[in-house]
Nanobody, 127 residues
């Protein structure tokens, strides 16, 4: 069973950048696709980005495409979400999640496909 811990959130101004980290422990990190999701107050949780086990396949939500970059370092058991050109609409709690997929190219976008979740990190973007 893998445990996930997010870090890197904070309060920034519109147009600024942040890098979130998702550190994993307790499992074989390279067995998991890792996704980022977010939930704003009063809204449902939404998909942000996902990366395959090897990092070769990546997918972004349209709302963040071109502004966010996901990457992973399997040697460090860590996935990163580099967020640039932040907008007030990006304000949310950001969660990383792990999906134990059978094939290295699978990148789930459905939250129900993710088995393990971190506690979340708050990102607040002021206008």
């Amino acid at each position: 069973q893998v445990q996930l811990v997010e870090s890197g959130g904070g309060l920034v101004q519109a147009g600024d950048s942040l890098r979130l980290s998702c550190a994993a422990s307790g499992g074989t990190f390279s067995s998991y696709a890792i996704g980022w999701f977010r939930q704003a107050p009063g809204k449902e949780r939404e998909f942000v980005s996902t990366i395959s086990r090897s990092g070769g396949q990546i997918y972004y939500a349209n709302s963040v495409k071109g502004r966010f970059t996901i990457s992973r370092d399997n040697a460090k058991n860590t996935v990163y979400l580099q967020m640039s050109s932040l907008e007030p609409e990006d304000t949310a709690v950001y969660y990383c999640a792990a999906s134990q997929v059978s094939f290295p190219f699978i990148i789930p976008v459905d939250a129900t496909k993710y088995h393990y979740w971190g506690q979340g990190t708050q990102v607040t973007v002021s206008s």
